[in-house]
């Protein structure tokens, strides 16, 4: 049924809540957990639920090697895509400093492949994940609606799906916001003061934007479907998707191309999210780096709905979070029900009325592209 979309309705509904090689193990192995030690470690196998709050350093760690591990990692900075012949993608050949991104070994696309059939089998009904999003797009997220310019014109949108770059819990789980950002590869701004990163001092490097200190960096809670972990796949450079099909059998059919373009682009195409060595440390003295926190990301190819009891979150620069609204089914006056954000209950008085703001920001702008309130 189609029902009016006010900004009071929103809003009152929001304040409701203020009251190597190829794999020695069998294929599936590595994702099944149970019983037993760990091939690569004296210690048990964790199980499936275990397996969603380890870091997937743990999880790697107890099917792969040291030296495999360490092969992972110095795959980092490589081009997995030196057999793309559109030009469109030779700048993603290219450092930030117009350097050459060496090739992948054999032993690195090994080693590559070897860890996702270890960590994609837990990207599955049920799994949790978390969708970081920036700041100015907060506002229609809670609003339900927002506007995106299509053709060079305003066009209005639901907000009601988690869609793009997305990741398992675990990649983040416990990291401050400047951890996160450097995990998930998000210094990819240009301009001074950005949503995620501002200019720093040296060069082209970025620091955690003003932005994130004051208001926190922000995230969707999701629970996969079925559907939704069958669309989320890996995204590969072409070397490297090229090489799945001789790889794990459990790979097969979850990754696709996705080749970089531009030198400044965050984007590994490993199949890891992680910084381009731009972000630095605010206060530091030289150019300090976050360390690498290795994980899987996925794309989602199709967008995946929200799911009733998500949770948008805010997460400070020391790493506290705070539960911003939760996604429920809400009951109407007539007896149906609607899918909405809440606030939380615990929302202090201050950011209760800052996200009361970017909602009405968020109508406002629906208004002006000429949607009803």
Not at 37 to 64: F, G, K, T, W
């Amino acid at each position: 049924m189609n029902r009016q979309f006010s900004l009071r309705s929103v809003v009152l509904v929001l304040l409701l809540g203020l009251s190597a090689t190829a794999p020695s193990f069998a294929a599936g192995a590595a994702g099944a957990g149970g019983t037993g030690l760990c091939p690569a470690i004296h210690r048990p196998i964790p199980s499936v639920e275990e397996r969603q709050h380890l870091p997937p350093i743990e999880v790697m760690r107890c099917y792969m090697s040291i030296a495999e591990i360490d092969t992972v990692e110095s795959a980092i900075g490589h081009d997995p895509q030196t057999t793309v012949t559109d030009p469109a993608f030779d700048s993603g050949e290219l450092n930030p400093d117009g350097t050459s991104r060496p090739p992948l070994t054999a032993a690195q696309v090994g080693a590559l492949l070897k860890m996702h059939s270890i960590l994609d089998p837990d990207m599955r009904a049920g799994a949790i994940l978390r969708k970081f999003v920036q700041s100015s797009d907060v506002g229609g997220i809670l609003y339900g609606r927002t506007v995106i310019t299509s053709g060079g014109k305003p066009l209005v949108v639901t907000t009601d799906t988690v869609r793009g770059f997305v990741g398992l819990e675990r990649n983040t789980q416990g990291l401050t916001a400047g951890e996160t950002l450097a995990a998930l590869g998000l210094d990819f701004e240009t301009t001074s003061l950005g949503q995620f990163t501002d200019r720093g001092e040296f060069s082209y490097y970025r620091e955690v934007a003003l932005e994130i200190l004051r208001h926190g960096l922000h995230s969707i809670r999701h629970v996969m479907s079925a559907q939704g972990a069958h669309d989320a796949k890996i995204p590969l450079g072409k070397d490297l998707n090229d090489a799945v099909p001789g790889g794990p059998p459990n790979l097969a059919g979850r990754s696709f191309e996705m080749d970089r373009q531009g030198q400044l682009n965050p984007y590994t195409a490993l199949g890891i999210s992680d910084e381009i060595v731009l972000l630095t440390l605010r206060n530091h003295d030289g150019l300090d780096m976050y360390r690498l926190h290795l994980n899987e990301e996925d794309v989602m190819t199709v967008p995946t709905p929200l799911t009733v009891g998500d949770v948008l979150f805010r997460r400070l620069a020391n790493g506290a979070e705070t539960p911003v609204a939760t996604y429920l089914a809400v009951k109407n006056a007539d007896g149906t029900t609607t899918n909405r954000w809440v606030f939380s209950r615990h929302l202090s008085h201050n950011l209760a009325v800052y996200y009361s703001g970017l909602v009405q920001q968020a109508a406002a702008r629906v208004a002006a592209a000429g949607a009803s309130g």
